[in-house]
């Protein structure tokens, strides 16, 4: 039996016969590291997973999700100090062909320690996303923004379906006459 909010590592040995348990997935005696609740997000070990970070097609909703995670990179639970997704902050930023920023909406999802941020863009290119949480300080997440994970991340956004209000073609003819239907 472990006590409620016990933190540490715990041996288990598991016996037949007298004998040690070898073999399989298994192998006794085996250390667990327990961690208690009150946890916070770390934002060196909190992650960014999904289509969204890597591409899709303008004009279609893209998603992603940001998974809270602690300094050993284990996600939070119901049990720890779960950031709010004011904590989190995205910029998307458009090739020249495009408005210089997009919002990316940043929600909770149903799981515990888990965002879902989404973002729509109507021009094909390379984009910039940046996406950057509040580390714990003091007694609430009111640290300095710092980017998360590996970086920046470039999603390329392919041509989606063709709208009058977000294309344009141009025609040009040169030397003698041209019929142009």
């Given amino acids: 039996t472990i006590a409620d909010g016990f933190t540490g590592t715990v041996t288990l040995q598991v ?17 667990l590291n327990i961690v208690g609740g009150g946890r916070v997000a770390d934002v060196a070990q909190t992650t960014v997973e ?14 992603f999700t940001i998974v809270a995670k602690d300094n050993l990179g284990i996600p939070l639970t119901s049990q720890d100090i779960v950031p709010d997704p004011a904590v ?39 984009y910039q996303l940046t996406i950057e949480a509040r580390n714990f300080a003091g007694s609430s997440y009111n640290g300095p923004f710092a980017q998360l994970g590996e970086g920046v991340k470039s999603p390329f956004i392919r041509p ?3 709208v009058a209000s977000t294309s344009s073609a141009t025609l040009e ?9």
């Fill in 160 to 162: 989606g379906s063709t």
């Fill in 50 to 63: 999904g289509e969204g970070i890597r591409g899709g097609t303008a004009g279609e909703t893209l998603q």
């Fill in 88 to 126: 989190y902050r995205c910029t998307l930023i458009g090739p020249s062909s495009a408005p210089n920023s997009h919002e990316v909406t940043i929600t909770l999802s149903g799981v515990v320690g888990e965002f879902f941020a989404s973002y729509t863009v109507m021009r094909s290119g390379v």
């Fill in 173 to 181: 003819i040169t030397g003698g006459a041209k019929s142009v239907v």
């Fill in 15 to 31: 016996t037949l016969n007298g004998a040690d348990v070898q073999g399989g997935y298994f192998v006794s005696p085996l250390s």
